[in-house]
């Protein structure tokens, strides 16, 4: 192709995106699993195997810098979202304690688990990555919840105003802050160049912290408040919006850190208005979603390799399958247990926490930015994303019963 294939690239990664949404939706599975999956079977495993000479047309490396660019922007535009949405859901103060208790299990041990099976995994790290630093990683890639899936999920089975809800979305939300906490200071470690560096970066996404919740904050509340007060920006209070959304990413990445993390922390920041949120989904968020994020998955797609499943591949994977499930269904679990709550509840608890989802293909693309892990760890963490939010629906169902029975349970 002599002229660029941007065009036709995303003309195919947008229908097999699509395609592959609406057959997940079909099987009953949130659309976004079927996009994820999208992302496999336009990478080498698939359409690469199948049509070897035009997959490597079509995807030659010097035409991705184009899609790469627009991907950044979609991951962009949804952590700011998904940190906008982040929110305590009503009724919350009551289960603070027990939200506290499953966020900080659900963390805690699939971060352990994540460590303890590291040694076993290292050896498939790229050559130069020390063992602790890959160690973190792994316990931070364990560690996460996909919070917009849960939150989906919930709201389609009509449980978002549920005991069982409120409790997952609150312990969902605390233990996401702690896991990119800790992927943030591993990324850190790594891209810093020594303690130095890292005490450089650590004091840098302090100092954009204090900059967000000291300054910006009270500056957007105000502007909203005063040019929005019905929720509904105008359009120059919408460039506003997303100007501070850009600066903030723009920040956390000259650090050395992530985009997205600058993206997230904004978004954070934001008034909780439901009629604000509203709109900024309609207007950002299905963007994102419907046209920048597939690209997304499918330049994560380019980035897996069948080899992850030979030899010892398949050992390794089992290994990093079974670690993410017991660490999310136990600690989740086990904190609603400690905070009194029923075996049903506890366990339909756990099976939500269990949900990655497309926040661990972030998370993931984070490592692999970052040098912390190849296509081969790459592909096998992929894979567990896709496998652990695929079975959080009939786990949901088979620990908690029907969808309208365990309504009724959770608010008796």
Not at 125 to 147: K, Q, Y
Not at 171 to 200: E, N, Q, R
Not at 338 to 363: D, F, H, K, Q
């Amino acid at each position: 192709m002599s002229h660029s294939p941007l065009l036709l690239q995303l003309v195919i990664i947008l229908a097999t995106a699509r395609a592959c949404g609406l057959l997940l939706r079909y099987l009953g599975q949130p659309p976004v699993i079927g996009e994820m999956a999208a992302g496999l079977v336009l990478g080498p495993i698939v359409f690469g195997a199948v049509f070897p000479e035009f997959h490597a047309l079509l995807f030659a490396k010097e035409s991705l810098s184009a899609l790469s660019s627009l991907a950044m922007l979609g991951l962009v535009l949804f952590m700011f979202i998904v940190g906008a949405e982040l929110r305590a859901p009503d009724g919350v103060r009551a289960q603070l304690k027990a939200a506290g208790a499953v966020g900080l299990l659900s963390v805690l041990l699939p971060m352990a688990l994540g460590i303890g099976i590291s040694p076993w995994l290292h050896p498939l790290a790229p050559a130069g990555v020390g063992f602790w630093p890959f160690a973190l990683f792994m316990a931070a890639a364990m560690s996460i919840t996909a919070f917009p899936v849960m939150a989906r999920i919930l709201k389609e089975r009509g449980l978002t105003q549920t005991r069982l809800g409120r409790l997952s979305l609150s312990s969902a939300a605390i233990a996401d802050v702690f896991a990119w906490i800790m992927l943030a200071l591993v990324v850190a470690l790594v891209g810093a160049g020594g303690m130095a560096g890292f005490l450089k970066t650590t004091l840098g996404l302090v100092g954009l912290c204090v900059l967000v919740f000291g300054a910006f904050k009270p500056l957007y509340a105000w502007l909203l408040r005063t040019h929005a007060p019905d929720g509904q920006p105008s359009a120059m209070l919408l460039a506003a919006i997303v100007i501070g959304m850009l600066v903030c990413a723009a920040l956390t990445e000259w650090m050395g850190l992530h985009a997205v993390f600058g993206a997230f922390v904004f978004g954070a920041c934001l008034p909780r208005d439901d009629r604000l949120l509203k709109y900024l989904v309609e207007r950002l968020e299905y963007v994102a979603i419907v046209v920048l994020m597939p690209i997304f998955f499918a330049l994560a797609g380019l980035n897996t390799t069948g080899d992850a499943f030979v030899g010892a591949g398949l050992g390794a994977m089992a290994l990093i399958l079974g670690a993410a499930v017991v660490g999310k269904l136990a600690g989740g679990a086990a904190g609603a247990r400690l905070a009194g709550y029923g075996w049903r509840e506890s366990l339909s608890t756990g099976a939500l926490m269990n949900a990655r989802g497309l926040m661990e293909l972030i998370v993931m693309k984070v490592g692999l930015d970052a040098g912390l892990i190849g296509p081969e760890l790459f592909t096998m963490l992929l894979v567990m994303a896709l496998l652990t939010t695929v079975m959080t629906g009939p786990l949901l169902t088979w620990f908690a019963g029907r969808p309208t029975a365990v309504g009724e349970a959770v608010t008796s």
